[in-house]
Structure formats: C-alpha cells, structure tokens
C-alpha cells in the first residue's frame, strides 16, 4: 500500500512537471505573436534540441549571434554610441579649447550634428578616437558604465537599455532555456557593451564581440594599465562579422539574428553549415511604437539582406504585425 | 517511527556525501606531491569559493588563464606548432619545385633546422606564413585534424596530445569543479589549437586566445568562405597576453598559470586585480621525466618572470619535485 501510495505520489509529480514543461514552452514567447515568425524560432528550437532527430544539434555546437543596434535595442535616431560620443565631446570641450574652431568638434559644440558629419567618415573616426581613446580600459569602463547608468534616449526620454526589445529579450532567454550559448556580434565597439550587456541581456564580457580599437599593455607607476589607443584594432561589420565571429567563437553559428545589410555576411556564413540552420532578421517596419525605416536608411540600411532574406525563405520579422510589445515600458 | 527513520536516513545520506565530498576534495589532485605548489593551490580554491568569505569571487568572474607550450603540454626540443609547420613544408614541396633554392625552405628539405633558422624571424614568418596561409579556416582546420591524429613526437614517440602534463589537466578539471572558467591564452596560433582543446583540455572554441593571421571574408562558387592570409593579425605574447585577455575575455583572470618570460604581463595584469589572486609558473626541472631549461633556453626562457615570482611570492612548480606524474604515459 505504501508502495502504491508512492507510485500514485510520482506520476502525479511527473504529470505535474509535464503540464508545466508545456505550460512554459507555450509561454516563453509572450511578446511575440503568433504567426510566421515566432513559429519558425519555435520550430528551430524544437527540431534540434531533441534527441535522436536527424537535425539534433550538441549543446557544445548550440551557437547563437545576435547583432546589437536594431536587433537587441533601438539606433534611432542615431547609433546609441554615437550619441555618447556626443555627450562625451561635451564633456571633454573644456580640456580642449582647439575644439572651438576644429573641425568636426565646433559644429558639434554649437550643437550641428549634421555639418559636424559633412567630413564623412574621417569626421567620424576623428569624434571616436577623440571620445573612446586616451585612457585605460579600466577608465573607460567607468565612463561608460556612469553615462549608460543616467544617459536619456532624445526622443522617448528613457533609459537607453530601458530601450531594448522585450520580444529579443525572449528569444534570447529562450534559446538559453534549450542549451544554447548566446553572443553578440555588433558592429558596436565591444567596450562600449560589455559593461552592460550581462545585466541587460545576461551576456557576459566574453560572449561580446565588436568593433574595436588597438591597446597597449603599459607599466604606470608600476602598475599594469591597457591604454587605449587612437588606432582601429578591427571594424565587426558586413565582411568583418564571420572573421570577427571566427576569431572570437570559433564555431560556425546555428542561428543568427540581424537587422540590416550589415548583418548579411553573418547569415549566409551561419547558412553555410550544414544541417538545419536559423537566420532571422528584424525589419522595423513600426512607426508608431519604434521606427519604420529598411532600403534607404542612412542608419541600420536593410535592403540586399531583405531581398536574400526573401529568397531564401529566412525569417524576417514585421515589428509591426509579429511584436505583441516592442519596450518592455510600454 | 517512520519519521524518525527518514530523519535517520538522511543523516545518514548526509554523512555519506559528505564524506566522499572529502575525499574528492583530497583526490582532485593526485598527481602533485604534498607541497607548497599543491597547497597554494587548495587554499587559494577554498578562500575564493567560501560563501561569505571577504576573498568570495562569485562564479561569474571565476576566469581562469592557461598558457599552452611549456604549461599544458610540452615545448622541447621545439615548439610543436614548429614541427607541425616542418612536416607541411615536406608534405607541401612537390607543389613548390622552387622551394628547392630558395631558402629557408632548401635546408629544411634537406634536414638541416638550423641553417633554415639561420633567417631569424624573417625565415620563421615565411615558413609560417607559407604553411598556414592560402587555405580556408575550413582546410586549415581538417589539415590540422589529420596531423594531431598521426604525428609523434621525434624523441618520446608519442602523440603530441599524449604530452599534455596530467597534474595540469588534473588542475583544470579541478577549478572547473570549482566554478571556473577555464582559458588557454597561448602564443600558438589559435587555430592550431582549436581543433583539439577541447577534446584534450575540455577547453572549448570559445576559451581559446592565440596568435592569429588575418583572414578574409569571399564568396567562392556562390559559397562563403574565410581565406587564410599571409598576414599577421596579432602576437599572442609576452605583452600581447593582456591585450589579448581584454580582447577575448574582458575580464581579468583571477588565476594564471605561464612557464616563461612570455607569461609574465599575464601574471602581472593578474596580479593587479584587487582582492586575492593566483600566480602560478611550471618551472621545467626534470631532465630524466621531461626537459630541464630554464633561463638560458632558446624556447620557453624563464628569467625575469623567475625572479619576480620568487620576488613577489607567486607559486612556482617544481616539475621534479611537485609533480608525482608529468605525463599520463608513464
């Protein structure tokens, strides 16, 4: 009897954890609505976490890269770095009187964003190495972590990691729920993220890749400082991304996610692997609740990776129609 | 009375894993000698994994760095990756008939190492570059497969991988038991090495920093590859170490582990972390077991990193009297 009783016990314990197994896969996408999009991660997710199928993939192979600006949060209407090199030139004009009348820097000064960048890309390198080089790793980690911390997006006045999508943040979580390892492959400096990018997306340092400039390690006073250096170190964009993801994973990705051209390399090097393979993209096609912008952008361009995406049959997801919530503060 | 007997069982259970929790704890590392080297060891895992203790490193920054020649497997009478590059300049030389004049190719082929070494760096590179470049990661790769599987080692006959030192793979299995992460971050090219870290070391992809050349991003028959160019993209060594730590980690190793004057900014960044560290330096003293060199050897010079370990107190292994075993084989 005590025997039964144990056995009664246990399948109503097994029961139990199966209607919650299938309660949690059914709700691990919330933000999502149904429909193409969120079928074809389910699907994935499904078809290569279980066992003995043909298209079972090995946690150790479980790779998953996302592109940051445009895929995880908002780069209207700029590059959220750019914004803070912008903050920074303000910050620095007072230890740089020559900036009055130098170029990019006056215009930014006086507060022309658009003639400060009518020197094109030069006026740009000029504004990163003037902002993000000249002190040590651990210097500019503090600056970043202090701007991040209190820093306001222009237009919706929050926080710009309060500005991340609630849909991504799913996915992520998801995906990490079925033994995959998730990384970031950003054009975006790669010091500019990680100190945020664990408690925003639960991505630690080392699974961030970006774009970089060059370090020196350095005695001062004795002690050991990495000084950063006003050189390019490596630019983690369109061709650039496979490399970077090479050098850095050394594992060819099961599933990438983008949003724009830049992304494009990184999904077809994903779709190259054999098996099956996820290569997703986030067309942002709302108005309303974020921005609508893909062929023509000046930021986040979408055009050659929207018509491959359509070719191929790659998911492409309309903000619009397949996001429930875009920011979680809505 | 029943209660009492699951109350009983339990204590026992309790005293049972505690016992074997022991033992596995006096048992992680059987292939070290009682000493100062082991003991260092033990301590430094038990304060930094101590819940509530002021040393607690919580598990997220429990990171851990290896060098890979003379560290984890063996380095005499050359460096393996060398011998590697020699055996592919024989394999590749009825493809370069003009290898047959031109140097440093012609003394290799005849068997004569040192008149091809006679070039200094320049002939180095050129054999590096020449047997490592020109491929995609992909060939590289399978080229790399095929040669660990076969090759042995000119003096003791066995594979390289056979010549990895069992009280370090004890040593990693042992912090990774403990939470930590575990890295190689090796002056070898990174894509040497990858293809059997992991197997061998348990080490991951991932958790591989090296040297590398550049590669390229093509597209060739429609099919996207990384080419293999000969051109360095980065020295993983001596003052590299750090960078390449920042770079691939962004983190600071809490514990680090080298054998030559390349470690030593290792250790320093190390060591200038707050809180408490680990030092660690494999001191080759054992000419009957393995080699004996240290701070007048062409490969794997241990000088100046000698004499601040000693100065500064960090652990230094004495290979003839530290380690009860140096290779599984024996």
Same mark, same amino acid.
């Given at each position: 009897m005590n025997r039964l009783r144990v056995l009664f016990a246990c399948t109503l314990?097994? +029961?139990l954890s199966l209607v919650s197994a299938v309660a949690f896969a059914q709700d691990s996408l919330p933000s999502w609505n149904d429909g193409k999009a969120k079928q074809s991660i389910v699907s994935f997710v499904e078809k290569v976490t279980k066992e003995g199928s043909a298209d079972f993939v090995p946690v150790a192979e479980r790779i998953a890269t996302f592109d940051n600006d445009g895929t995880l949060?908002? &780069?209207?209407?700029?590059?959220?770095?750019?914004?803070?090199?912008?903050?920074? !030139?303000?910050?620095?004009?007072?230890?740089?009187p020559e900036w009055?009348?130098? &170029?990019?820097?006056?215009?930014?000064?006086?507060?022309?964003?658009?003639?400060?960048?009518? +020197? +094109?890309?030069?006026?740009? !390198? &000029?504004? !990163?190495?003037a902002t993000h080089a000249g002190m040590t790793t651990e210097e500019f980690e503090t600056v970043v972590r202090d701007w991040i911390?209190?820093?306001?997006?222009?237009?919706?006045?929050?926080?710009?990691?309060?500005?991340?999508?609630?849909p991504m943040l799913e996915l992520i979580a998801h995906l990490r729920a079925n033994g995959f390892k998730t990384f970031i492959v950003s054009g975006g400096g790669i010091e500019f993220m990680r100190p945020w990018t664990e408690k925003v997306y639960g991505i630690p340092p080392?699974?961030?890749?970006?774009?970089?400039?060059?370090?020196?390690?350095?005695?001062?006073?004795g002690k050991p400082v990495l000084m950063r250096l006003p050189e390019l170190n490596f630019i983690d964009d369109g061709a650039g991304k496979p490399v970077g993801i090479n050098q850095h994973?050394?594992?060819?990705?099961?599933?990438?996610?983008?949003?724009?051209?830049?992304?494009?390399?990184?999904?077809q090097w994903t779709a190259a692997g054999g098996g099956v393979r996820f290569m997703g993209l986030v067309h942002h096609t709302d108005a309303a609740r974020e921005w609508a912008y893909?062929?023509?952008?000046?930021?986040?361009?979408?055009?050659?990776?929207?018509?491959?995406?359509?070719?191929?049959?790659?998911?492409? !997801?309309?903000?619009?129609?397949?996001?429930?919530?875009?920011?979680?503060?809505?």
């Open positions: 314990l097994a +029961g949060w908002a &780069e209207q209407p700029m590059y959220f770095q750019f914004l803070f090199a912008l903050d920074r !030139v303000k910050v620095l004009a007072p230890q740089h009055k009348t130098k &170029e990019p820097f006056a215009s930014l000064l006086k507060g022309n964003v658009k003639g400060a960048l009518a +020197g +094109g890309e030069r006026a740009m !390198v &000029e504004i !990163v190495m911390a209190g820093a306001k997006h222009p237009k919706t006045g929050r926080l710009y990691t309060e500005m991340v999508y609630q080392q699974q961030v890749v970006g774009s970089s400039i060059k370090t020196k390690f350095e005695l001062r006073d994973i050394g594992r060819r990705p099961v599933f990438a996610f983008g949003n724009s051209d830049g992304d494009l390399q990184m999904l893909d062929r023509t952008s000046a930021i986040g361009r979408l055009d050659k990776a929207l018509d491959e995406a359509q070719a191929k049959g790659w998911t492409v !997801v309309d903000m619009k129609t397949d996001w429930k919530r875009v920011f979680a503060f809505e």
